[in-house]
């Protein structure tokens, strides 16, 4: 099993819809968790950090964390085209731990 | 625009060669972070290099190896190069070691073994 596992999609929405993205984790170490955006042929933009379980705000961005049940998503909200890219779940064990543990991404596409 | 830029942004190389990766960091950066993220993969983790000193090495056999400088800017070294290390390469830097929530990646380095 995967340390972190997300559905790679792709997921294709009309524009306008509200978008739920989701990643599931085994070791319940994790502490820090973020939303990456990857356009195509760029790197990864960072979206969303968040550590506590609970939900977090940004514009039509919410990162939610249940970590009883080691569980993340992030939804989008009046989803737009410009949406349209991969995104990538990340999570660390703290904020002195070196490496990034990625998901593999969810390709989505937010057609006019 | 992140501020971190990667040279070159494409390269083409056959098996057995040598390839040097670099990567200018985002201004006053200590820390670079280098992953490599194969097609339709997330991002692996291979080193972090902060201050000059390499503290964190992921699972990745020691052919690939770095160097930081003390201007921060970094370079992935790849030896004996496989047809698998065919990949995005990309570094991220970040203010300090814990700042993770301003970690900014760079554009990436596409690679080609043939």
């Known amino acids: 099993q995967k340390e972190v596992e997300q559905d790679p999609g792709p997921l294709s929405v009309p524009e306008g819809a509200i978008v739920s993205l989701n990643c599931t984790y085994s070791?319940?170490?994790?502490?820090?968790f973020m939303w990456y955006r990857q356009y195509s042929r760029k790197g990864p933009e960072l979206l969303m950090y968040?550590?506590?379980?609970g939900n977090k705000e940004d514009g039509r961005f919410t990162a939610q964390v249940d970590k009883s049940s080691k569980y993340i998503s992030l939804f989008i909200r009046d989803s737009q085209p410009s949406d349209s890219a991969t995104y990538l779940c990340?999570?660390?064990?703290?904020?002195?731990?070196?490496?990034?543990?990625f998901g593999k991404g969810t390709t989505l596409s937010v057609s006019s | 625009e992140t501020g971190v830029t990667q040279s070159p942004t494409h390269l083409i190389k056959t098996r057995g060669q040598q390839v040097t990766l670099r990567c200018s960091s985002q201004?006053?950066?200590?820390?670079v972070s280098w992953y490599q993220q194969a097609l339709g993969q997330g991002p692996q983790f291979i080193f972090q290099?902060?201050?000059?000193?390499?503290?964190g090495r992921g699972n990745f056999p020691p052919r690939f190896s770095g160097l930081q400088f003390p201007n921060y800017s970094s370079e992935l070294n790849v030896n004996a190069l496989e047809l698998d290390d065919s990949a995005l390469y990309l570094c991220?830097?970040?203010?300090?070691?814990?700042?993770?929530?301003?970690?900014?990646f760079g554009p990436g380095t596409r690679l080609t073994v043939l």
């Open positions: 991220a830097s970040r203010r300090e070691r814990e700042a993770y929530n301003e970690q900014f």
């Open positions: 070791n319940s170490a994790f502490q820090y």
């Open positions: 968040t550590y506590s379980s």
């Open positions: 990340a999570m660390i064990f703290n904020q002195a731990g070196t490496a990034l543990i």
């Open positions: 201004s006053g950066h200590n820390t």
């Open positions: 290099y902060y201050r000059e000193e390499e503290n």
